[in-house]
């Protein structure tokens, strides 16, 4: 059994993605005893509070609109559940349980800072939830990423109090009947919980972690994948040289070009300075300037993201004082989504233009006047009969396209709610679901270039001597795809082979037997 332990301050994205990700029968995620006292503290505060008769936002008053609107002491956890069902109001299709998981895990963690107000068994039964593989239905719409992500924590927090659903051991149940199964009690919520809950940045800030870990394999991907077209191709790796990018010295452009250099180390497949063809188009010559770029983008949101994970993201939050042990509660807007906004806005413009770049290598490869006659027309043999792969390169065109108008940034919207009072918001989580489809996007088109140089290779080979090998790091790529994807012969069904890539793209495989070779 796994432990991870969570104190507020120390999640990782990498742990975050073990959670996600993982066996749960074999983790198990608990809060640090630190943590414990910091969270306990902060429940007996709020019990202060409301022994004082104090006024504070969300615990004795009501939310947004309301927020002047003063709750009387027996009606404060009514108080708390309201804001549960009222605010559960999301629609769409729901979150896969890596993401759910994802979620459950950040709130979690930020709750256990211990400025929140929510009791110590709230919070362990949240992350006995997580522990024994109870995933709350939450739907994918109704977060503007401000005032927090409410509708869809709403949903997620809903089976704590056996309402809303769960999926248990593969069976989408209700909330009660879910947690019944699990052998776990639902609680009765107390001031400030369901707020504390629903109050946040966590929906997008789990989308965030995963997409940009995602981003990072694209990418790598996108680098073999880029190399195999330049082999098929018939490439130069001159516009690599190291005293190129010296001379415009971003780091990750740098090395983008070293990583490139690397793949392609031994190859027999590119060609030395030609007089008569001096240099290639720019998808091959400028891929260190691209895909450099977009290596910035993603270490932008890994930055944001690893300061997110260990954020306080409600509102009001709760301080005492060490030496007196003064309260004050304190409004302010920490649950605004824009950091996280504008950063998945800036990883879906960059992935869409990893897309970009993919879709005009391979429209290269299918291209005959494009690629000087070195490969078939559509890379098929008796061309005409067989249409070869033509329109595989249409599918990289209407997902490239479809990425471009994804790539409308949410976070320069804005619409205002609650009678004005929430009058700006970030768009934040839209920002991220968009992200994650033109991800997805992405990938498809990724594997596309893949099968597709495979085949352009193949070609070559028989213009080459037959002991002719590719670089050190594409070669175990180019074998992996050939495990699964004959030689194309002629017209057949694609679409399956397709897929296999794209799971191989998925899986990490393409990215980990590149690694692994280069490492010998």
């Known amino acids: 059994m796994q432990q991870i332990v969570i104190d507020g301050e120390n999640l990782t994205l990498e742990q975050v993605i073990t959670v996600a990700y993982g066996n749960f029968e074999e983790l198990e995620v608990v809060l640090s005893t630190e943590a414990q006292a910091k969270v306990q503290r902060a429940a007996e505060a709020v019990q202060q509070l409301l022994r004082e008769g104090r006024v504070a936002y969300g615990i004795t008053t009501g939310f947004g609109a309301f927020k002047d609107k003063v709750i009387p002491p027996e009606q404060v956890e009514q108080l708390q559940y309201n804001i549960l069902v009222s605010h559960a109001v999301g629609v769409g299709p729901d979150f896969d349980i890596p993401t759910v998981r994802a979620i459950m895990l950040i709130r979690a963690n930020t709750l256990a800072r211990g400025h929140s107000g929510i009791r110590l068994k709230t919070i362990n039964l ?41 999926f248990y051991q593969g069976e989408k149940l209700d909330g009660a009947e879910a947690m019944k199964r699990a052998g776990l009690e639902p609680i009765k919520l107390a001031a400030k919980e369901g707020l504390a809950l629903t109050n946040g940045t966590t929906i997008m800030c789990a989308l965030g972690v995963l997409e940009t870990f995602r981003a990072e394999n694209i990418n790598s991907v996108a680098d073999i994948a880029g190399c195999l077209s330049m082999e098929a191709l018939n490439g130069t790796p001159i516009a690599y040289d190291e005293r190129i990018h010296n001379l415009r010295p971003f ?33 091959l010559r400028c891929i260190p300037q691209v895909h450099g770029a977009i290596r910035d983008a993603i270490a932008y949101c890994r930055w944001a993201f690893e300061i997110e994970l260990n954020a306080v993201t409600d509102n009001p939050l709760i301080f005492i004082d060490g030496e007196t042990g003064a309260i004050d509660v304190l409004s302010g807007g920490n649950f605004h989504g824009e950091p996280l906004a504008i950063a998945m806005d800036y990883l879906g413009l960059a992935m869409s233009e990893l897309g970009n770049i993919s879709e005009r290598r391979i429209m290269r490869l299918v291209d005959e006047a494009s690629n000087t006659w070195t490969l078939p027309a559509f890379l098929t043999k008796e061309g005409g009969l067989n249409s070869g792969f033509m329109i595989m390169q249409y599918t990289a065109a209407a997902l490239a396209t479809e ?50 140089a495979a085949q352009g290779i193949d070609f070559r080979r028989e213009e080459l001597d037959e002991n002719a090998t590719l670089g050190k790091g594409t070669q175990p790529v180019y074998d992996l795809i050939r495990q699964h994807v004959p030689f194309i012969e002629r017209d057949t069904i694609l679409y399956k082979y397709m897929a296999k890539v794209y799971e191989l793209l998925l899986s990490g495989e393409v990215d980990s037997v590149s690694r692994a070779a280069m490492m010998i």
């Open 126 to 166: 949240l992350l006995a939830m997580l522990n024994k593989g109870v995933h709350p239905v939450i739907p994918e719409k109704g977060s503007l990423g401000a005032s927090g992500d409410l509708a869809p924590l709403a949903h997620m927090s809903l089976p704590l109090i056996g309402e809303g659903e769960a």
């Open 251 to 283: 780091p990750r452009q740098i090395e983008c070009a070293a990583h490139l250099r690397d793949l392609l180390a031994g190859s027999h497949f590119t060609r030395d300075a030609d007089s008569k063809n001096v240099q290639d188009a720019y998808t």
């Open 403 to 452: 990425s471009k108008i994804l790539s409308h940034p949410a976070s320069v919207d804005s619409i205002p709610t609650s009678a004005n009072v929430e009058d700006h918001v970030s768009m934040g989580a839209t920002a991220a679901i968009k992200a994650r489809r033109i991800n997805t996007n992405v990938e498809r088109i990724l594997a596309i270039e893949l099968m597709s």
